[in-house]
């Protein structure tokens, strides 16, 4: 036997499998799987994504009819509810990253009660869910600015304490705090501060343009934050791949009043322009200057840095 050409092909075969290895290796950091807990507006467009990247995506519904729609999005589709803890280990067993985007079907008119079922209920099944899932390495949590509560046109920041106003905004701070309890060095959890979401199908001229020629009360000076859907979802993978842990606010730079936003629509697609009556009595809610400095400093530049681009 040649004891030379064995050494060599020893040597050879060790080359390749090391090869072999990296190459699995690089695999297991670039493909992931991946659970996302509520696949509505920015869920299914998140899913869509991240199919199309390669990763394994599994995404949750509440709802029966939408399982066939969703399915061409994603690689599984689960049929559940936050509240059924069998149902969460099941879907939270052996994923790398978990994103929990659930609202009340109908949030807009969603009681205080269903917001804590929904939010608190998914929130601590989530969290004893993880607790016994150690191949967790992310989890992403959406909330919202409203915790902030009424700050009459003031600037916030992530380090501004919270006032959430109403059951709902508490509710979503509560689950916050729960989920939040999660992290640690293996798992790291990120919250995201969202504004109101606008984009396709939610377009600011359908929300926004049928105010059109209209005379409102108030003197339309509340400032509402907006953040654009494709940058929540830009946001989501940036803070999936940094492994961002801690909260971030997640809106755009305008930082405009009521009036100033419906101005700039009525001119940009040439509607009437809307009239205000400082007498009458206004029922505007409350009014934050939301900050979105901490994200930038982080790295990710915004895809729709202005309300209208």
Known sequence: MNHSAEKDGAELDMAYLTTMLRQQAQRRQLYENIA???CGYVGSALASAWQVQGHFVTGTTTRQERVTSLQPLLSKVVLMKGEDMSAMQSLIHNQDTVVVSVAPTG???????????????????????IQQMPSVKQVIYLS???????????W????????PPDPRSQALYKAEQIIASANNQQTKVCILRLGGIYGPSRELLATLGGLAGMTLPGKGDRIINWVHRDDIIGAIEFARLKKLEGIYNLVNDSQLTFKEQLKSVCAQYGLPKVHWAPNQLSLEGKSARVSNKKLKASGYQFIYPQLLN
Do not use: F, H, M
Not at 156 to 163: G, L
């Open 36 to 38: 996302i807990l509520g």
């Open 107 to 129: 949030a807009s008119k969603a009681s205080a009660s269903t917001y804590e079922t929904t939010y608190l209920s998914t929130a601590r099944n989530l969290l004893q869910a």
């Open 144 to 154: 919202s600015c409203s915790v902030y509560g009424d700050l009459q046109g003031g």
């Open 156 to 163: 916030v920041d992530e380090d501004t304490p919270v006032d």
